[in-house]
């Protein structure tokens, strides 16, 4: 039986139903790794033997005894992005300068996955510190999409959508700042989810934008992405950004919930404006399914897309200035030898360990926080910031779900932005603007492109804390493409 081309929840099944084994489904995987990911490079640490170890006990110890009902991801391998921190597994950030760092203690995502007995199988690659939307920014070498590895899979969480994608793993974890978790998703066919920000704790993420950053899962189908989101939301006390209070479960109620009657806003101006024909063709199916399903359609305008990206790079820049200023060679990161002096050892840590686009970053948000620029540009981005969350607000008083695109285009090819980087950042004008407003956003594949056999994703974003409707919404469209593709399978 080919295990590694099953979702989640079907995996969870032949688990509880104990036709198969955690240790055979581990294996399993990872034969599957050693065989694929050497054209892929979607890993940058396998852990084999802890792994073997946690499935092997498991077996032992819950399986074998246990009568009672089993949580979903007991026995079940996960892939972390690297840059969640795993206790004695290295977490290097896709850096040179973490290149040799094991944390001495797990993320809260991570930890509540292994309590619910999750096998962690190794961690996948990224963009350098989750800069960048192509997974092209690694000092471990570059992803390729498994679609068509000339081309990116997206970033900066695109080793965990290429694992995801290409069977090498259930399910995966990744963080999205701008888009980090939807963008490769999209591009690579599977489910990605941006909760609400706080909904999943940021303690043990290695931050890279600390307002911005979120934790979320990628799954290749929509009930086995909310059973992931359901172990890992909450409160955490140790996360000062924590929502407070419980966060509502979905699995259970998202198959219950129906459609029909519901207010879905469409920015059809911006579409027309900013994507390729093959993408407006993909929202417009999605939107006639939605419509066919009993929704109400709703011409909406989002805000001016030019200021949303600006306001989203100099706020992100900002806080990546901030936050890896303790990168310097003395308090944490790889430090450089034979330096004479404090300034030297500062500048060589950093410019050997950082990549360019981390440097492109750091400069940015340095200029912008000087005192002569921090009133004129930075503050505006905050100020810009609020302005887009009250329009929001507005705007889901008339609507309950919002549709997008995910990208303009199709995924490039490796290499496109190689001789001008800035040129890349259009690439997130669709989902920046969930990240600004802080709001639940789902990437899901709605059709495959037949020139190219790439598989095309909507976004789908819900009103702050709702990520029931979200996900209810997300799988009542993923059941109407399924049921569309039978109809035409019955036609022919």
């Known amino acids: 039986m080919e295990y590694t081309s099953m979702t989640l929840k079907e995996l969870s099944q032949l688990i509880h139903k104990r036709e198969i084994s955690s240790l055979e489904l581990t294996e399993n995987y990872i034969k599957k790794i050693k065989e694929k990911d050497h054209e892929l490079g979607a890993f940058i640490t396998v852990s084999e033997e802890s792994a073997i170890k946690t499935a092997s006990w498991i077996d032992e110890d819950i399986l074998s005894s246990s009568s009672e009902k089993l949580h979903p991801l007991v026995g079940i391998p996960v892939a972390i992005k690297d840059n969640l921190c795993t206790e004695g597994i290295k977490t290097t950030c896709a850096s040179r ?28 690659n990224m963009d350098e510190f989750g800069m960048g939307s192509s997974c092209e920014n690694s000092a471990f070498g570059i992803t390729k999409n498994p679609l068509d590895t000339a081309r990116v899979p997206g970033g900066s969480s695109g080793g965990s959508a290429a694992a995801v994608a290409s069977g090498l793993v259930p399910y995966a974890l990744g963080s999205d700042t701008g888009g980090s978790i939807r963008q490769p998703a999209s591009y690579c066919g599977v489910v990605g989810m941006k909760p609400s920000y706080g909904r999943v704790s940021r303690y043990g993420l290695i931050a890279f934008a600390s307002s911005l950053d979120t934790v979320g899962p990628i799954t290749r189908d929509v009930i086995s992405n909310a059973a992931v989101y359901d172990a890992i939301a909450g409160h955490d006390p140790k996360d000062s950004t924590s929502m407070r209070g419980c966060a509502e479960t979905v699995v259970d109620k998202i198959e219950n919930g129906s459609v029909k009657g519901m207010r879905i806003g469409i920015p059809f101006s911006l579409i027309e404006s900013h994507t390729d024909k093959k993408i407006k063709n ?13 929704c109400k359609i709703i011409d909406i305008e989002l805000p001016d897309p030019a200021l949303t990206l600006a306001a989203y790079y100099a706020i992100s820049s900002a806080e990546a200035s901030s936050n890896l200023a303790r990168y310097d060679g003395i308090r944490f990161g790889t430090r450089a030898e034979d330096c004479l002096s404090i300034d030297e050892l500062y500048k060589k840590s950093r410019s050997i360990g950082f990549g360019d686009e981390v440097k492109r970053r750091i400069l940015l948000g340095t200029f912008l926080l000087s005192r002569e620029m921090s009133d004129r540009y930075y503050k505006k981005a905050l100020f810009t910031r609020e302005a887009i969350k009250q329009d929001f607000d507005k705007l889901f008083s008339a609507c309950d779900v919002i549709i997008t695109p995910v990208s303009p285009g199709l995924p490039y090819h490796i290499g496109k932005y190689k001789t001008e980087p800035s040129a890349r950042y259009s690439e997130d004008i669709f989902t920046v603007y969930a990240s600004l407003a802080g709001l639940p956003a789902i990437s899901m594949p709605v059709c495959k492109d037949a ?18 409707t979200v996900y209810q919404s997300a799988y009542a469209l993923e059941n109407e493409i399924k049921n569309s593709e039978r109809r035409c399978e019955n036609d022919i």
């Open 451 to 468: 020139s190219t056999g790439l598989q095309i994703g909507i976004e789908i974003i819900g009103r702050f804390r709702e990520e029931l």
């Open 282 to 294: 993909a929202v417009m199916s999605a939107i006639n399914l939605f419509s066919g399903m009993g």
């Open 97 to 124: 300068l973490l290149q040799n760092f094991v944390p001495p203690y797990s993320a809260e995502a991570v930890m509540k996955l292994k309590k619910h007995g999750a096998v962690i199988i190794g961690k996948t």
